[in-house]
């Protein structure tokens, strides 16, 4: 065993796909999820992909009593991957405190515990949302970071000072903040992928539930961008490239590869896709058409965005290697297992 990791929200959509990486790599995974976005039998996906059965605590990190009886009970957890979170962007515009104190209060309780139980890292899940619209593509990690526009966005700006700040105060951690671009796809195997709740707000799930009927048509928001062909550009990042890339930046910082105590590193392909081009690629790969409609633009949305991953394909050594085309196909046979399962 290399070593035993924390993972927070480690039955959600990336925490799922890098509890799968982590084991695979010869960790020992400790999930702490309170399953209010995702549910038990994740933990049967993960066993079946990888044969371990990783341990699992139901609790919330925003109660600390719990986390300290975790770690009580879990002795020489070397380090944490925090994805837990709340992630609606327009649920975090009606409901800001709820998403203040899910979001901090776990990261605060976190980096506390850390101290005390010899925990050497952390690594942090953020987003490209906090580079709001970006005033050149592709964007680096030295990009000015944006004003917020939603609570949700700035609990990662809050989330990256608050690291920041305790790491410069001396504290004895280390931390990598991975910024992630779209995340998209699910495991080859359609054993896990993603669950949205209800009706689905991003893209790709919206797609795969039209393309299987659950929808009417998909509404594309807006033609009338500065864009080739009009729509918004994205740069769509395969969730399991993105899952090694934790496993990748966490032996980093874990084995001192970097005399940094604070990373920060982007995670896409570095290619713009927009919105009309993948339901293309969609098309192509699954040969299932997509109904869809051109309606007006969404308010708030980035009109581009797109990595400049060099710092993370040099530094780190990691890159995005699958092709949209398979990704596309992942999460088609994901929505396909996922009414095979009477879920959807
Ligand atoms: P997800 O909702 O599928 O996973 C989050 C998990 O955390 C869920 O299983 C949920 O039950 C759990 N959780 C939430 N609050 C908790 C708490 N207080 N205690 C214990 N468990 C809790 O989301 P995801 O897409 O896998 O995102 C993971 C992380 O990556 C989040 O921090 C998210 O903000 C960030 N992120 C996601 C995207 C994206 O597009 N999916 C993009 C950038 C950043
Ligand atoms: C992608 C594109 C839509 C749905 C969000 C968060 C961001 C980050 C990633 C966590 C946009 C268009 C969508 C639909 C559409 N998450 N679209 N019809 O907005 O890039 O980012 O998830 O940190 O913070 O804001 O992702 O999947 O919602 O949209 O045309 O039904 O697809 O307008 O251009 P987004 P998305």
Redesign the pocket.
Known sequence: MKGKILVTGGTGYIGSHTVVELQNAGYEVVIIDNLSNSNIEVLDGIEKITGVRPIFVKADCTDINALTKLFEENPGINGIINFAAS?A?GESVQKPLLYYRNNLVTLINLLELMPKYGTKGIVFSS???VYGEPDKNPVDENAPIKKAT?P??NT?QISEEIITDYIHSGAPIKSVILR????VGAHPSAEIGELPNGV?????P??TQTAIGIRKE?????NDYNTPDG??I?DFINVVDLAKAHVTALERMLEDKSEETLEIFNLGTGVGLS?LELINSFERATGVKVPHKIVG??SG??EK?WADPAKANNVLGWKATTSIDDTMRSAWNWQLKLRERGIM
């Open positions: 992630k962007v987003s490209c949302t939603s949700y966005g990662k992630y671009f779209n995340p689905p707000q991003n893209l790709i919206y797609l998909l509404s594309v928001f807006g729509s918004c994205r919105v633009r969404r949305d980035i965005v």
